[in-house]
């Protein structure tokens, strides 16, 4: 072959007829050089070195005879083709022509490191995507490891995903040649990809900038959730800046570092720290610079959208590692712009959940909940897919709850609460977005007017009353007879049987609770917070809304006291009360059936009531989770462990005092709102609206109560159908039936499953429980978008001498930090520590009547939590993201349920 020399061309060098040789990547990095942005040095090898090198080696003969036998339908022959083609480049020695010209610089290549990068001719096409299937090598030391990785870039032009995709494109592979870019490392602080269209949303005015700390690598390996910038480029709309819409905190596991030069060079990847994952990688200033920066690429690229790699300096220099076109703005999955948030779950479905209870919870509040609702009420553009199940955590719909905002809020009752379920922004789920969406009035009328006709039931003045006359008629009477049914031996027909009547039970609910939780429990607490701020003020509501709030009667509270009954005869019974102390929860049970003493006895039968009453209780909805009543009962001695440690005086002080306060408040509260101009009729119109807001706290509540219910109905059929499953073969425990969806359940019990099949479920059951028990005590990120995990940039740091969040429950208290993190901790909880939670539930709540505060990570002001807080009249403060981490134990704290306000005591 005719031999082109040199083979080895500086970048600053590169003139125009030279790009045919050079690939795109290092002709787009001349173009930058030339138009004085900061490239790092380097040169190329052209890719006549690259033919060369086949050539010399006969490897183009080899390539040209493999592609004449392979079979692109048979995916095992294209890997062995590709193994053939990779193994003899890496294997063959470089020409000695080539050899010879990277010699010249042998003592820069050891005496400074290198990134040695694939430039391939093919690698941008307009119309085809080739980004990321060529490999770059950083940190490279040394004439023979530079030697070595050109050739490992030679070879990734012929992997098995290369070589597919070049034939699903009909790019001839002939036509595909390599050059190598070998550009010397520069001292990273962050980096990342700016592209100046927005890929998610395919909108051409807004840019979004991806980034970590450390090299790029982490990033594109698409091992981590980088953080997430979007920035509405408003000079396309005729204006002169850029705003920033969306920041998004990815949950940065680690970042990747160069290796010492001891080491050989090479990345090594370095877990972050807590502190640092949750920090910005990235100021505001870094951010404008990289837009203005993006705009003035892609006008120099012909107005084409770019993608643009770039890395940051420890003097916050911005250098350009790579810019291609944009190929990828049309090709999305469907749910591609579906933002998922968990914050709307961390009042409502903030456990851990199985796929199983994903399919049973998640179905009704889909279909009857959304689907059924919206068309009662004529919203026929909502989005019909509710909830989405990721890494073991419920997420909802933004599009549904954006869509609900606007149809049923008006703008002015907007508050932290509602607007906490949406990232921080001004984009189009943007809490400032949210914040001043127009409501829309006609919509909301006419959806009343629907309710009144076709479902009279959802009316604000009804949906409590019908919920408990089902409740008693229905509901209880049917629990007492499937109880008696799953007591027989069951077949498989009677399990299907049974499933079925677990579905149609819960209809009703689910028909009232649409209305009851998300319109008449919201809806009216906002309203009542607005007025009480129209008419008193801000600062007023903060101090008053909180207590005329409390002081409820419902099933929470109920099964709270009598719990408290229990532990009160633990504590007067020495025998007992040592028994317990001085035992595990896993064996207490055990001892108390064995024990012959009179008072034991008394004790288990007061036991026994309670747990016909309120055994269904766990410590969570998940049905994977052994309820209060199971024995041996781990959960519930664990509580009463913590009720029994301190005096009974010291906890009688919190027996809920706030009934009695909750009218003295309301009487303030009264006399005010009175001496305001037409004062008699605001305070009696208030009043309506007030004792409403407490009827739907107390449906709230009296329906998990009932969920709880059904909840244990599902463990106890499911746990049989497992315990079948497992004398089949199919399952290793009974327990990880919950890892089925309920359709596999069906059509296990169906036997509709070939042999094939069935190990296939198998092997996705286990990877279903490993993820489940991977993630079920983690918090997990607060949005989601496709793949992409966030956050809301973190307002506080270890360092911080104040947090602040949603004043949940009123009071000001200053004591120890108490941290659990799982519910099995909970016995630890001592008399007056303020406890610090990722999230609570029902089962967590009994232990606050000897707390001086609660600090937790999710939730607002309706949340269990803040619920039962009130009622013990102990200051919350909800809504502290990563609280678990920030806080130490021991650490003194004060924390004001007033404003919200939590400050480190020196």
Known sequence: MKVEYPFIIDITQVKEEDAIGIGNKALNLNILLKNNYSIPDGHVIKTSGYKLFLNHNGIDKLIQKSLETIKYNNYSSIVEISELIRR???????PDELIKELSINRNLYNNFSFAVRSSATAEDLPASSFAGQYDT????IGLENITLNIKKCYASLWTERAISYREKNKIPHSSVNIAVLIQKMIEVKSSG??????????SYTEYLIESNFGLGESLVSGQINPDQYIIQNLIKKGKERFKIISKKIGNKLYATYPKDRQKGGGVNSVLLTEQKRSEASLSDDIIFKLAKIGETVENLFGNKPQDIEWAINSDDQIWLLQTRPITTLENKT????????????????????TPLFFDLLGSHLTNIVNIELNSIMGYTSMDKKLLKLHNGHVYFNLKVLRQKVENEIPSIMRNEDILNYFPTGYGHFGKETIKNLHFRTKSRIIAELRIMFHDPDGSITKTAKKYEEWTTGTFIPFCNNFDKLTEKELKRDDFLSLIDQLDRIMIPHFRLVRYGIPVHNIGMNLLTQYLLTRFLG????????????????????????????IARIIQKTPV????????????????LINHKDDSIQHFLTELNKFLKNHGDRGFTREPFYPRWKEKPMVHLFNILKALIMDEDHKQERKKLPNQNYRKKIESIVASKIRALPFGFIKWKIYNIILKISRVYIIFRENQRFILDRWITRNRNVYLKIGKLLKNEGFLKEEEDVFFLKKKEVENLLHNKYKDEEILKLKAEVNKRKDEFLKYENEVPPKFLLGSHEYNDVLKFTKNSENFRGIPASQGLFTGKIHIINTIDQISTVKINEILVVPRTDPGWTPVFSKIGGLITETGGILSHGAVVSREYGIPAVTNIPNACKLFNNNQIVTINGYDGIITIEK
């Open 88 to 94: 003899k480049i890496l294997e063959s020695p470089l």
């Open 137 to 140: 090598f950083l940190n490279i």
């Open 576 to 591: 007992l009360k040592s028994l317990v102390e001085d035992n595990s929860s896993e064996d207490i049970y055990n001892l």
């Open 193 to 202: 990809v700016l592209f100046t269209a927005n890929p998610i949303t395919n």
């Open 334 to 353: 469907e749910d591609h712009d579906v933002l998922w948030t968990r914050g709307y779950s961390d009042d409502y479905w903030n456990d851990p959940v």
């Open 538 to 565: 801000e600062e007023a509501t903060h101090r008053y809304y909180p207590i005329l709030i409390s002081g409820l009667r419902h099933k929470l509270t109920e099964t709270n006291e009598e719990i408290h009954l």
